[in-house]
């Protein structure tokens, strides 16, 4: 296969071991230099950060609570179970941390126009709502099928201004929406930003949502040090493109004793071939412009994904996340579709906290981890999300009752 | 370098005042049997060389037209291995040099040394792979040393000069100016600036320069062509075989 040495050699930036870098169109190589160098220069810039902090605080609601959940761990009956509760946020999920510092780059970058891809629809709600705030055009590409999945988060992106794109190519889910995305960022390049909403793509996009969605694992950081005056055994995350995941493991990487779980999506099971997970089943190789384990046939077509939750239906992992596969820091896991539901159903029964299908993977996850574990223990989930655009869907699965 | 069979091909073109015409063909776009059929239809219309596409999942710089013709590709089975097998099949009817453009997936998936070797014994002279950009082509260019095949550049309208001089300066085969920013496609109009572009990419450029993207009348391919070395067209010719329009094919190659 293709020779390590070669891929880690080549004069390419933006690795993470081998895995990533910035396999694109030349016509898109201007604007990425050009991206990088404007997202350097506003970090390095003290007036941004704290334009950025602003927002942060004051309309998406942060610092939000690390909450113990003292019924779910009752229930599990191990570890002390945590929830960071990105699903507090404004809009409902951690993807406006990523796109208001997008949206507030694209401004300074004197860019007026936004392009976004969205699954679940959470991305291009949060990239409608920094674009209605800033004032910017906004164009959403949407595969069909989560169209009709998500029917509501469709309203309400035009609700806030947005175009939303219905894209019919392929299964019509996520990946289908990037690359029209990426088709229409490369012929609207020089008066547009693309506000990648996962911790994916080409150089330099890995590198700034992981940065904007540092702040989760940041602030958990110092909330745990004040709760606990510790650091958490153990922190559990989902993964679709990895970008929750991802903001929220940063800052514990170097804490060897924190044990990090990417939770990836198993759909109806790995053994059937219908899933979304890229470590488990995937092979190396490159896809929306990085180097990743993607998950393909064996001449190199990208198969389509599976999974009940729209936001983690993505055949690839963000190269990062591959890295740490394979140095063993995170381990990586999954869930299926019915243990997600299962997840789910049991955080709103125990807590009254209704997760997006996306984070009831890493409910059920860490319920399951936390069994094992001892009580003085502590666990960390990211609820990166909340259940509402996700009720239809899951009413639809549970046949239209409960399975109580 | 100079001395590859492709750039020599094209050179030939220029010294006898002739413009370059290379029509890209969507390989096994309504069955792979289709594909030495329609070479050879081509070679006998005379053009300089042909580009040989390999259908994808996610070819995101293509436009709806060669995108369509991917997915009937697909929906024949068709695959970089069995195109590499066929062309092999009936290399020695094929006078003229032939280049491959796929995404890069593919290529990784075959693995970069058997793939080589495999398009050396089905005579390709030319590699296009519009997702390796200059920062990224070390990964091929190594292993292409010493084969004969070109690594051959796209250039955009998007490229400072400095990173024109860049790219150019590593120019194989030809350069392959992108003449629109965007996908591949049908097109009504093209910048002003073109000429002035072609000027300066003619200049630094130690191979010819063709143009493509958006090419696609009789007109276009002798206004545009005019201001390169020659020509690149796509989606009129994958548009005309799969209508089975031969006498539009041959209008846009006499053009
Ligand atoms: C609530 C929620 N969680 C998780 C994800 C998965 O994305 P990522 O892996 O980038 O966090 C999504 C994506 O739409 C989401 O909406």
């Known amino acids: 296969m293709v020779k390590e040495a070669s891929l880690t050699q080549s004069n390419g930036v933006g690795r993470y071991g081998k895995f990533g870098g910035q396999f694109v169109p030349e016509t898109l190589m201007t604007a990425l230099i050009e991206l990088e160098e404007a997202y350097d220069g506003a970090m390095a810039d003290s007036t941004f950060v704290d334009e950025v902090n602003y927002y942060l605080k004051d309309y998406v609601g942060r610092e939000n609570p690390l909450y113990f959940a003292e019924k779910l761990t009752k229930s599990a009956g191990g570890a002390k179970i945590y929830l960071k509760r990105e699903d507090l946020n404004h809009t409902g999920a951690h993807k406006i941390n990523n796109s208001l510092g997008q949206a507030l780059l694209a401004v300074r970058m004197g860019k007026k126009k936004i392009v976004a891809e969205t699954g679940a629809g959470q991305h291009g709600v949060a990239t409608a709502t920094a674009c209605a705030l800033f004032g910017l055009d906004c164009v959403i590409f949407m595969g069909a099928e989560d169209i009709r999945r998500q029917e509501l988060n469709v309203f309400r992106m035009e609700l806030l201004g947005a175009k939303v794109v219905s894209v019919n190519k392929g299964a019509a889910t996520l990946k289908d929406a990037v690359n029209e995305a990426l088709r229409y960022w490369v012929a609207n390049v020089e008066d547009t930003h693309y506000i990648l909403g996962s911790a994916l793509g080409p150089h330099p996009f890995p590198k700034i949502v992981r940065d904007f969605q540092r702040v989760i694992g940041v602030e958990t950081r110092r909330q745990i040090m004040e709760k606990e005056e510790r650091l958490p055994d153990a922190i559990v995350a989902c993964i679709g493109g990895g970008s929750n995941a991802i903001g929220m493991f940063h800052p514990f990487l170097d804490d060897e004793d924190v044990a990090l779980y990417g939770v990836e999506a198993a759909g109806s099971g790995i053994e059937t071939g219908l899933h979304a997970a890229a470590i488990a089943d995937g092979k190396e190789g490159v896809l929306h412009g990085a180097y990743m384990y993607v998950l393909q046939d064996d001449d190199g077509f990208i198969q389509e994904a599976h999974s009940i939750s729209a936001g983690l239906d993505y055949p690839a992992v963000g190269p990062e996340h591959c890295h740490l596969h394979d140095i063993g820091r995170v381990k990586y896991t999954s869930v299926t579709d019915a243990g997600a539901l299962e997840g789910l159903q049991l955080l709103a029964r125990t807590e009254g906290i209704i997760p997006a299908l996306e984070s009831a993977h890493a409910v059920k996850f860490a319920v399951e981890l936390a069994k094992d574990m001892a009580k003085e223990e502590i666990l960390v989930i990211c609820l990166s999300g909340r259940g509402d655009k996700d009720v239809q869907t899951v009413r639809n699965a549970l046949g239209g009752g409960l399975n109580d | 370098m100079t001395d590859m069979k492709l750039t020599k091909a094209i050179n030939d073109c220029i010294e006898r005042r002739e413009k370059a015409f290379v029509p890209y063909i969507m390989a096994g776009d309504d069955g792979l049997e289709t594909l030495k059929k329609n070479i050879l239809f081509l070679q006998e219309a005379g053009v300089t060389a042909i580009e040989i596409g390999i259908p994808f999942s996610d070819p995101v710089a293509d436009g709806p037209v060669i995108q369509e013709a991917g997915e009937r590709a697909l929906a024949h089975g068709v695959t970089l291995r069995n195109?590499?097998?066929?062309?092999?099949?009936?290399?020695?009817?094929?006078?003229?040099?032939?280049?491959?453009?796929?995404?890069?997936?593919?290529?990784?998936?075959?693995?970069?040394?058997?793939?080589?070797?495999?398009?050396?014994?089905?005579?390709?002279?030319?590699?296009?792979?519009?997702?390796?950009?200059?920062?990224?082509?070390?990964?091929?260019?190594?292993?292409?040393?010493?084969?004969?095949?070109?690594?051959?550049?796209?250039?955009?309208?998007?490229?400072?000069?400095?990173?024109?001089?860049?790219?150019?300066?590593?120019?194989?085969?030809?350069?392959?100016?992108?003449?629109?920013?965007?996908?591949?496609?049908?097109?009504?109009?093209?910048?002003?600036?073109?000429?002035?572009?072609?000027?300066?990419?003619?200049?630094?450029?130690?191979?010819?320069?063709?143009?493509?993207?958006?090419?696609?009348?009789?007109?276009?391919?002798?206004?545009?062509?005019?201001?390169?070395?020659?020509?690149?067209?796509?989606?009129?010719?994958?548009?005309?075989?799969?209508?089975?329009?031969?006498q539009a094919v041959e209008a846009l190659v006499k053009a």
Do not use: W
């Open chain 2, 83 to 246: 195109v590499l097998k066929e062309l092999a099949s009936f290399n020695k009817e094929v006078t003229i040099p032939l280049v491959i453009m796929t995404y890069l997936n593919p290529i990784l998936r075959y693995g970069i040394d058997e793939f080589i070797k495999d398009c050396g014994d089905s005579g390709i002279d030319g590699l296009i792979i519009p997702d390796l950009p200059l920062e990224e082509s070390a990964l091929l260019r190594d292993s292409l040393v010493g084969s004969g095949i070109a690594l051959i550049p796209l250039v955009s309208l998007t490229s400072p000069p400095d990173r024109i001089r860049k790219i150019t300066a590593k120019g194989e085969g030809f350069i392959y100016a992108v003449t629109v920013n965007g996908i591949t496609g049908v097109r009504d109009g093209f910048d002003d600036d073109l000429a002035a572009h072609f000027e300066r990419l003619k200049a630094v450029s130690p191979v010819p320069v063709l143009a493509g993207f958006g090419i696609s009348t009789p007109e276009q391919v002798r206004t545009i062509g005019a201001l390169a070395d020659g020509v690149i067209v796509g989606s009129a010719i994958v548009d005309a075989f799969h209508r089975k329009d031969l």
